[in-house]
């Protein structure tokens, strides 16, 4: 394997999460594995290393750079920007940061899972695993296969001439071990041996296995299985042991990768979602082309007491979903919203989410609500359709609880509307304010009035209708208000301003009267 170096370590975690000031010998130099300092302990001589300064602050590492340097270390990381750049580059040392309150263990977790990581031959580090399956099934002598906990196939051996059933061809054609009671009986004492287990066959011309558990710390990773014709190594039992090791290995180290490697794409999607990324290089790395639009999923409860764990769990429902649908998908929990990127066309976005909807309500005992961004044409008006989406997201509620910005356009150009209308002493002004002044001091209705009015299209009758009163009613009063409060109905460009400001800074909707009806407005 390739050693790791430290521009492999940038291109993998760079960004706000790891800052690079200097690098005097270049980012080709190696970097073999992560220390924290420890300033009680003699600081090890270790060729490669990057040095944590722990307990140390930035402005004040300069000694630690020196130090470092007579250990061979590649680099040195500390907390903030104000590190010593100049002794870094004085005595040829690496020098990054992390941010200020980035947790010393969460950086060293962070570092130390992409040097293992990096590089992976393929996709997920499975290769290895089929390299190993080769490997066991030319030592023990009979066709192997690597799965996982649930038997689906990871791995399998390729090696020319090796007996195998019509179990192993079915298994492999689907990459899933099929399901039946005689199997579920043989994993479940496969898993509770503490070594290699021969297995009868379950059917007629099938053979039989010789298999053992892959475990790490307890953890049970998946198992390895040999078909065993009678010809098997006499020693096939001990290479299938040693085979285990390996493949815990490799199936741990696949694990960081993808652990890692959705890290950085959550973290990647962030920062597209809030504008801070190179929107076309982002794109890129997360795998999105063409027309785009967001989701947002959230959870409709005002308050929980496990909310964190709850939206997390969430998280973890929008992401497989939208995984089966999309493959390799990127997802972002931000602020109790989880938020995902769908591919265009937008056809079966509203059914994505309602599924996702259902799903996550019945999983969670919470109603979940989820809102559509406009589709966009390009990665640069992705942050465009984040803010549809979480415009929409306001406008929801329990009659609503899935919706795309088209469906609810009205709704949510009237939310902007009274927020920057609010905003702006000179909008907000005027004879909306004298009117509801009115009403309180004197006991009147005018405001209810002229907003019913207004919602009729400015027919009589149909306001008097919303207000079930007589037309006669409607009409005094309309004429009471313009005399009292001075108004001038007869002036379009009156009537629109004082219906925008009626309908979205008061919140007064015509049909029931009450401030506050809709709850996006007011």
Not at 491 to 520: C, F, H, N, S
Request: charged share 20%; with cysteine; proline share 6%.
């Amino acid at each position: 394997m390739d050693a790791c170096t430290l521009g492999d370590l940038l291109d993998v975690i760079g960004g706000p999460a790891l800052r690079l000031h200097t690098a005097p010998d270049g980012l080709a130099a190696q970097v073999t594995e992560v220390l924290l300092y420890d300033a009680h302990a003699p600081l090890p001589h270790v060729p490669g290393a990057l040095l944590l300064a722990v307990g140390v602050r930035a402005a004040a590492a300069g000694p630690l750079v020196r130090v470092a340097a007579e250990a061979g270390m590649t680099g040195l990381v500390v907390r903030g920007p104000d590190g010593p750049v100049g002794e870094a580059e004085a005595h040829g040392l690496a020098l990054l940061s992390v941010d200020e309150d980035a947790a010393w263990h969460h950086v060293h977790l962070l570092l130390s899972s992409a040097i293992a990581a990096r590089p992976a031959p393929s996709v997920n580090g499975l290769g290895d695993l089929f390299a190993l399956a080769d490997a066991v099934a030319a030592a023990t002598g009979g066709a192997t296969a690597v799965e996982d906990p649930r038997q689906r196939i990871l791995a399998y051996s390729t090696v020319p001439g090796q007996p195998v059933d019509e179990d192993r061809r079915q298994s492999i054609l689907g990459l899933q071990v099929p399901a039946s009671t005689p199997n579920s009986e043989q994993y479940r004492v496969l898993f509770a041996s503490p070594g290699p287990v021969r297995m009868p066959a379950l059917r007629d011309g099938d053979l039989p296995r010789l298999a053992v558990a892959v475990r790490a710390g307890g953890e049970t990773l998946g198992s390895v299985w040999v078909v065993d014709d009678g010809t098997l190594a006499p020693d096939a039992e001990e290479t299938l042991t040693q085979g285990a090791s390996t493949a815990a290995l490799l199936l741990l180290r696949a694990r960081a990768a993808q652990e890692l490697a959705r890290h950085q794409n959550s973290d990647l999607l962030r920062r597209l979602l809030d504008g801070t990324a190179d929107p076309s290089t982002a794109f890129d790395r997360l795998g999105l082309e063409g027309a785009v639009r967001v989701a947002a999923f959230v959870l409709d409860a005002a308050s929980l007491p496990d909310a964190e764990q709850t939206a997390l769990r969430l998280l973890d429902v929008v992401r497989l979903q939208c995984e089966a649908r999309y493959g390799r998908h990127a997802c972002v929990l931000v602020d109790g919203v989880v938020y995902a990127v769908l591919p265009g066309p937008g056809a079966r976005h509203k059914r994505l989410a309602e599924d996702i909807v259902a799903r996550a309500g019945q999983a969670l005992r919470v109603p979940v609500r989820a809102a559509l961004g406009e589709v966009v044409a390009g990665p640069a008006e992705v942050v465009g359709s984040r803010e549809d989406a979480e415009l929409v997201l306001r406008v929801l509620g329990p009659e609503l609880p899935v919706a795309t910005v088209d469906e609810v356009r009205p709704r949510v150009t009237l939310l902007r509307l009274a927020e920057v209308l609010g905003e702006r002493r000179e909008l907000s002004a005027g004879a909306w304010r004298r009117v509801l002044a009115y009403d309180e001091q004197h006991g009147t209705d005018y405001a209810r009035t002229l907003v019913s009015w207004f919602d009729a299209g400015c027919d009589m009758a149909g306001a008097a209708k919303l207000l079930a009163v007589h037309p006669n009613t409607c009409r005094y009063r309309l004429k009471q208000a313009q005399q009292h409060v001075g108004i001038d109905l007869d002036d379009p460009d009156e009537r629109l301003v004082l219906w925008l400001q009626l309908r979205t800074l008061a919140g007064l909707k015509g049909i029931t009267g009450l401030k506050g009806t809709e709850g996006a407005i007011s």
